[in-house]
T-cell receptor, first 114, second 117 residues
Framework: KAGVTQTPRYLIKTRGQQVTLSCSPI?????VSWYQQTPGQGLQFLFE???????NKGNFPGRFSGRQFSNSRSEMNVSTLELGDSALYLCASSRGGGGKNIQYFGAGTRLSVL | AQTVTQSQPEMSVQEAETVTLSCTYD???????LFWYKQPPSRQMILVIR??????QNATENRFSVNFQKAAKSFSLKISDSQLGDTAMYFC??????????????FGQGTTLQVKP
């Protein structure tokens, strides 16, 4: 069974640009969560999608958005990039999103903003 | 608000020995789950072990076990017979089980564990 796939693995952008990251969950998983990982702030929750609906959202500005498609694949978009957006972005999939459903993580997308 | 604290930024252990990683959390909720994830240099986050708060019995997965003290809000991870492949950053995480809080893991700052040959 294939794991969680994130593309691309690495991205280099400049300030002011926008970026889209992709996450393909494990087959049968309908929940996708996104996290930002930085050395200073650690791992922080961005948002969670289930059946194409955003069910939960963390404390990030509106520049961070996402969506989920009918096949459960999810994308995350960051507009007007800032230097502080440089981070490892992780997505995780699970069957239902609750604690009884284990989250399985992808290898992440490393975003560098210059 | 729920918080998770890992007070040991770095630890090291000799191969084949036992090491314990500490984690405390703060919550007013009763229904929640606790997790230990490991993140090796490859960056892939891997679940090590999970504990359901309503279960008093400590979870065990092969060489990994936890000491869950609900009243003290403590959730430590014990690694027995440490192996070189255990070298990684370990994250303690919490998830509150309730509507409106789906899919959100709250992580500690992590403990970097180095296993020495």
């Amino acid at each position: 069974k294939a794991g969680v796939t994130q593309t691309p693995r690495y991205l280099i952008k400049t300030r002011g640009q926008q970026v889209t990251l992709s996450c393909s969950p494990i087959s049968g998983h309908r929940s996708v969560s996104w996290y930002q990982q930085t050395p200073g702030q650690g791992l922080q929750f961005l948002f969670e999608y289930f059946s194409e609906t955003q069910r939960n959202k963390g404390n990030f500005p509106g520049r961070f958005s996402g969506r989920q498609f009918s096949n459960s694949r999810s994308e995350m978009n960051v507009s007007t990039l800032e230097l502080g957006d440089s981070a490892l972005y992780l997505c995780a999939s699970s069957r239902g999103g609750g604690g009884k459903n284990i989250q399985y993580f992808g290898a992440g997308t490393r975003l560098s903003v210059l | 608000a729920q918080t998770v604290t890992q007070s040991q930024p770095e630890m090291s252990v000799q191969e084949a020995e036992t090491v314990t990683l500490s984690c405390t959390y703060d919550t007013s909720e009763n229904n929640y789950y606790l997790f230990w994830y490991k993140q090796p240099p490859s960056r892939q986050m891997i679940l090590v072990i999970r504990q359901e708060a309503y279960k008093q019995q400590n979870a065990t997965e092969n060489r990994f076990s936890v000491n869950f003290q609900k009243a003290a809000k403590s959730f430590s991870l014990k690694i027995s017979d440490s192996q070189l492949g255990d070298t990684a950053m370990y994250f303690c995480a919490f998830m509150f089980h309730g509507s409106g809080n789906t899919g959100k893991l709250i992580f500690g700052q992590g403990t970097t564990l180095q296993v020495k040959p």
